[in-house]
């Protein structure tokens, strides 16, 4: 199996390629769902998004599978329904980590506050103590106070968009044309335009 992707001209569709020797090499084999509803393999899965990324986001994408089976062809209707099942289903489970993600974070966020409220109370309590040993212990809790903070700071900066970005890419590819080519029968040439 052997992914190409193409960028196309302004308005069209940009082509993610993939070259197959029969189309169960581009799905799990261990997956026993029916075949319009089986996951893709996850090599295939990650070629394709792969370069699916690659292109602007708001530029369509076509996937095209160049397959050496002679009937391949005549299947194109049931690939696209399992490829548009499958990147349906990622983006789903894409959207349930987002939010997931997102009550973690608001939990973080308020166990972080608290925390640093704490800290930062104790803090001023030994800052009228003054000594070096109140010292270290008054920065050892401002210290400990952001630390608590990192967690909700880390999701809420930069935790959640690439889920996000990966969510929108799998709604992208789960309405994207699909189009098996059987090697022993290439698509027509299209007539060439007259001026």
Same mark, same amino acid.
């Given at each position: 199996?052997?992914?190409?992707?193409?960028?196309?001209?302004?308005?069209?569709?940009?082509?993610? %390629?993939? @070259?197959? /020797?029969?189309?169960? #090499?581009?799905?799990?084999?261990?997956?026993? *769902? !029916?075949?319009?509803?089986?996951?893709?393999?996850?090599?295939?899965?990650?070629? &394709?998004?792969?370069?699916?990324? /690659?292109?602007? $986001?708001?530029?369509?994408?076509?996937?095209?599978? $160049?397959? /050496?089976?002679?009937?391949?062809?005549?299947?194109?209707?049931?690939? /696209? %329904?399992?490829? $548009?099942?499958?990147?349906?289903?990622?983006?789903?489970?894409?959207?349930?980590?987002? @939010?997931?993600?997102?009550?973690?974070? *608001?939990? *973080?966020?308020?166990?972080?506050?608290?925390?640093?409220?704490?800290?930062?109370?104790? *803090?001023?309590?030994?800052?009228?103590?003054?000594?070096?040993?109140?010292?270290?212990? @008054? #920065?050892?809790?401002? &210290?400990?106070?952001?630390?608590?903070?990192?967690?909700?700071?880390?999701?809420?900066?930069?935790?959640?968009?690439?889920?996000?970005?990966?969510?929108?890419?799998? %709604?992208?590819?789960?309405?994207? !044309?699909?189009?098996?080519?059987?090697?022993?029968?290439? !698509?027509?040439?299209? !007539?060439?335009?007259?001026?």
């Amino acid at each position: 199996m052997s992914p190409r992707g193409k960028p196309a001209a302004k308005h069209h569709h940009h082509k993610v %390629e993939v @070259r197959l /020797e029969n189309l169960r #090499q581009f799905f799990n084999s261990m997956d026993p *769902s !029916p075949f319009y509803e089986r996951d893709l393999d996850p090599d295939a899965e990650h070629y &394709i998004v792969s370069w699916a990324e /690659e292109f602007p $986001h708001d530029e369509p994408v076509q996937l095209v599978l $160049h397959v /050496e089976a002679p009937d391949a062809a005549a299947q194109q209707a049931m690939v /696209e %329904e399992a490829v $548009h099942n499958h990147f349906a289903n990622e983006a789903r489970l894409a959207g349930l980590e987002f @939010r997931h993600l997102l009550r973690v974070g *608001s939990r *973080s966020l308020v166990i972080g506050l608290a925390v640093l409220a704490i800290c930062l109370v104790l *803090s001023g309590t030994l800052a009228q103590d003054g000594g070096t040993v109140g010292d270290i212990l @008054r #920065q050892s809790l401002l &210290i400990g106070g952001w630390v608590a903070m990192w967690h909700p700071m880390q999701i809420y900066l930069y935790g959640w968009w690439p889920l996000l970005r990966r969510r929108r890419t799998y %709604e992208k590819l789960a309405g994207m !044309p699909v189009e098996v080519r059987s090697a022993a029968h290439p !698509p027509a040439a299209r !007539p060439a335009s007259t001026p």
